[in-house]
């Protein structure tokens, strides 16, 4: 959420709040004797209370209401549109600006990287999330990865928009099960000396619905490396620590693999520039 509209909220709820204190100091001290009066100040009370929680109720919906009847939104715009890059250029400050990001850039031990920054041009718009996934109000700005330099673990936080629903308003539990495919492959691949890997497995528990239009941390682990297997785990949580998701996955390196070029992969994957104690396999030739 922008702090903007964060803010809007907070000041919202201490409206409502103050309110409704307010009408609870006042409600049992009114002069209650006369029946008609009671009646008449409940009048005024209810009419009062109704439109305060409509204007409450509009800025701040419980999730409970959400989930049965989303606001209508309209259609995404289109990415070169002038209020698409807009929008686009909105979510990349926001994520710039968020808390854990600045604090994931204090620490040592860490490397930043963005993956999907350096794709290919030429295969970019037939990819799922760099490509077709791309745009305002999908995955607007590729997702900023954090990683230990001993490739350990990985922070990754990325927007998820509005129109990426299955239930209007929650996020597919699909797109997430993509979002996961791919923070978990980045963790795993980065364990396997040719950078490439495919899924084997991916488990996923869903634990909360995901609304639509906000950050979520994906935050990964290396559980196991075994020879061409690597086992990974993973949780998803909103900025606020609610967990959406936890999920586990294998990745194997096809036998194949060293008779691949990898360095596309490596740029897909965000990897630091000078890999520590490890050199940049060279391309080979089929
Ligand atoms: C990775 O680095 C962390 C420190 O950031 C250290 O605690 C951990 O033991 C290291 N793990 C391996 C497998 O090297």
């Given at each position: 959420m922008s702090s903007r509209l964060a803010s809007a909220v907070r000041s919202v709820r201490q409206f409502s709040t103050t309110f409704s204190r307010r009408a609870e100091a006042v409600a049992p001290t009114a002069?209650?004797?006369a029946r008609a009066r009671g009646r008449w100040g409940l009048g005024v009370a209810v009419a009062l209370a109704v439109p305060v929680a409509y204007v409450a109720g509009a800025v701040n919906p419980p999730t409970i209401a959400l989930m049965f009847s989303p606001r209508y939104s309209p259609p995404p715009p289109d990415r070169e549109s002038k209020i698409g890059k807009e929008i686009t250029a909105e979510v990349e400050r926001e994520l710039q600006e968020l808390a854990l990001v600045a604090e994931m850039r204090t620490l040592s031990e860490w490397y930043e990287s963005r993956p999907?920054?350096?794709?290919d041009p030429n295969k970019v718009h037939n990819s799922?999330?760099?490509?077709?996934?791309?745009g305002p109000g999908k995955l607007a700005v590729p997702p900023i990865a954090f990683a230990k330099e001993n490739e350990t673990e990985g922070v990754i936080v990325a927007h998820l928009g509005r129109s990426l629903c299955g239930h209007d308003g929650i996020i597919h539990g699909g797109l997430l099960a993509t979002v996961f495919d791919e923070t978990l492959a980045r963790n795993a691949l980065m364990n396997i000396p040719t950078h490439i890997g495919v899924t084997a497995n991916l488990n996923i528990n869903y634990r909360s619905p995901c609304m639509a239009d906000q950050f979520v941390v994906v935050r990964t682990k290396l559980e196991q490396k075994k020879g061409r297997k690597v086992v990974v785990s993973g949780t998803m949580d909103t900025?606020?620590?609610?967990?959406i998701a936890d999920a586990t996955a294998i990745f194997v390196e096809p036998?194949?693999?060293?008779?691949?070029?990898s360095s596309g992969v490596t740029d897909t994957l965000g990897a630091p520039t000078q890999p520590e104690g490890e050199m940049e396999m060279e391309p080979r030739e089929l």
């Open positions: 002069p209650p004797p999907y920054e350096k794709y799922l999330t760099a490509g077709s996934l791309r900025l606020d620590g609610e967990r036998k194949w693999a060293q008779f691949l070029q």
